[in-house]
């Protein structure tokens, strides 16, 4: 079976089975600054978990892009790729755990015609917080599955959330298929990573509240929310033993053959390279060409990209590749998603400008690079050891972006070396830094519903309609980032705003601040808010249920919400920063005083 039966097959047994089909949604996240990008289709259902009611119902489903940055380091695996597909089906307290699973076995079995005699399943073990989860073990074991293939595993690998300090969490049972390859020990279990058992479906049971205090009450709205990965499902469906051996990745691979002269299945170090360029490329193609893409830059996601362009352009380079190549397969990935995902065919000239402009910039970089090593060497060559100190490798990396591998090229040409080691201890101290940074982030982050958020979220709403207004219609929103100390938002302009613009667009949000505009919501197809000329980025499907939030009849926006009660309550609203994002995209940065 390929992708797209699979896709169509998943969304049509949901369906059947009473779900509404949603939209997938951009891989970059709205008001989310806890991560970067979207990590599974659960991740913008999340205030629906919390227990906002969703248009569309109790019973959804859909296809929504994926990335993991945080499984970048296994890439070239088998399993773990950069970008993926995740098919989902959620309840938003209807069903629970007994039809959840159900329905999953019956799509595995008569659906999609899995071997169930290959299929394992974990369960939650149970610790101090929670007890084992018989319920699911249960279920399973009413189905026919044996207690030879339902495993208990602990917190870290069977448990979901919160997504912040409190809130829903819970179980989860996990389906793995059995390859069929030998146990690499007398312990090997699904999840030990070895390659025998293949993780395909995730099953999340939110039933748990997590407390200040740290205890789990009972959750008033038990949820259910569930993952499968469209690249591993095929594979196993397809026979074969790793997600390269698919339709989606061999055009790419030969792609890269074609371009390099080197061979496939040669050698484990070209193999590793090519496995790498194809992911690193693909996912790269997917977040220029997001209907909120973004450009390589040195921050944010922007910075991630960048990241994946320079690290596919050195395996190029490593196989021999000289040239600018990325255009290449980036063209054959818009061209296999091109139905599914329409963004990247109506992107395809800009995201090749984007791939090439990327690669030479990287050119000059590794050139400046270059330079700064000679300039370094004489005082280098000091060394009676002739090793060149980690720290000096990790500086030439952090500051112009040049390569360890290529440091060390350069020092063998000298006959040098580079302390490798003291290398590894700078990256260590410079993540350690970054990773507080991060965490500092995260308080302020998903689980963070306070009420200064929703009415930045509010104010963005009045916002975006006044620059509509004062600079016109062009005006769409590009990106949007709430903290509760302030809003941040993104929106097509091509020029910087003039002093008089920017306080003009303040007195029309200040205005409607003062007018104590009372705030609705109400619940239509898409089409039907399209027609009322209310603003959206309207990526939804045809006929899809949308929320409408209308202001007195000062804005009208598509939106999930939350959003206060009244304009009364904001405050004055300021704008304290008008800038470039990138090409065409100005930045708005504004506070409630
Ligand atoms: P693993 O332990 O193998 O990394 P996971 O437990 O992180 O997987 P989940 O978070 O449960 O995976 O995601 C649900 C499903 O999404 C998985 O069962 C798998 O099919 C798919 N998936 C997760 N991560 C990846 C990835 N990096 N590449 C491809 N598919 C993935
Ligand atoms: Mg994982």
């Not at 490329?281 to 996601?301: A, C, H, L, M, W």
């Not at 050119?363 to 300039?375: A, I, N, Y």
Request: glycine share 8%; net charge negative.
């Amino acid at each position: 079976m390929k992708a797209d039966d699979l896709r169509k097959k998943y969304i049509d047994f949901f369906v059947s089975n009473n779900h509404k089909e949603i939209s997938g949604k951009s891989l970059l996240p709205e008001n989310d600054p806890t991560v970067l990008f979207t990590t599974a289709g659960m991740h913008p259902l999340v205030p629906y978990i919390l227990g906002e009611v969703h248009p569309a119902g109790k019973r959804l489903t859909n296809v929504q892009k994926c990335i993991r940055t945080g499984d970048i380091d296994d890439v070239g695996d088998a399993t773990h790729l950069t970008f993926f597909e995740m098919l989902g089906n959620w309840s938003l307290g209807d069903y629970f755990k007994k039809e959840a699973i159900n329905m999953s076995f019956n799509f595995l079995k008569d659906v999609i015609g899995i071997d169930i005699n290959k299929l394992s399943v974990t369960v939650f073990e149970g610790d101090n917080d929670a007890p084992c989860d018989n319920d699911s073990i249960g279920y399973w074991k009413e189905l026919g599955l044996p207690d030879s293939r339902i495993y208990k595993l602990p917190k870290g690998d069977n448990w979901w959330g919160p997504a912040g300090q409190t809130g829903p969490c819970g179980p989860d049972t996990e389906m793995f298929i059995d390859t069929g390859k030998e146990v690499c020990s007398p312990e090997c279990i699904p999840g030990c990573g070895c390659g025998k058992y293949f993780e395909i479906w995730n099953n999340v049971f939110m039933q748990y509240d997590k407390q200040e205090d740290g205890s789990f009450k009972p959750l008033a709205m038990p949820c259910v929310d569930t993952g499968m990965g469209v690249e591993r499902t095929i594979t196993m469906l397809q026979g074969k033993k790793s997600v390269y051996q698919t339709e989606l990745f061999i055009p790419l691979i030969e792609k890269i053959e074609e371009l390099s002269g080197a061979k496939y299945g040669e050698s484990e170090d070209t193999d590793m390279s090519i496995r790498i360029i194809c992911d690193h490329i693909r996912t790269s193609t997917f977040i220029i060409g997001d209907e909120k893409g973004v450009q390589p830059s040195n921050v944010g996601q922007g910075y991630i990209l960048r990241r994946l362009l320079r690290r596919a352009i050195r395996h190029g380079k490593k196989l021999g590749l000289e040239e600018k190549f990325i255009s290449k397969p980036a063209d054959i990935v818009i061209d296999m998603y091109k139905d599914q995902y329409p963004e990247l065919n109506e992107k395809r000239e800009f995201i090749f400008s984007v791939l090439e402009a990327e690669e030479d910039k990287f050119g000059l970089t590794l050139k400046k690079g270059e330079q700064e090593f000679s300039k370094l060497l004489p005082n280098l060559k000091k060394n009676p050891k002739l090793i060149i100190p980690g720290r000096v490798a990790f500086t030439l990396f952090d500051t112009y972006g040049f390569p360890l591998e290529l440091t060390e090229e350069l020092a063998k040409e000298e006959g040098m070396t580079v302390d490798r080691d003291g290398f590894d201890k700078a990256f260590e101290k410079h993540k350690e830094l970054s990773k507080q940074g991060a965490d500092k982030i995260f308080k302020g982050g998903m689980a963070d519903d306070s009420v200064m958020s929703t009415k930045y979220h509010t104010a963005t709403h009045l916002l975006h309609k006044a620059l509509k207004i004062v600079l016109g219609d062009h005006v769409n929103q590009k990106g949007s980032n709430i903290t509760s100390e302030r809003l941040r938002f993104d929106f097509s302009h091509p020029d910087k705003m003039t002093k008089e613009e920017i306080q003009e667009v303040e007195a029309l949000v200040n205005k409607a601040i003062e007018d104590k505009l009372p705030i609705t919501m109400q619940t239509m197809t898409v089409e039907e808010a399209k027609d009322l000329g209310a603003m959206a980025l309207f990526s939804s499907k045809y006929g899809e249920q949308v929320k409408v939030y209308k202001m007195g009849d000062f804005s009208l926006e598509v939106c999930g919400g939350p959003h206060i009660e009244n304009t009364g309550d904001l405050g004055v609203f300021k704008i304290k920063k008008e800038q470039s994002s990138s090409a065409g995209v100005r930045r708005i940065k504004a506070v409630l005083l």
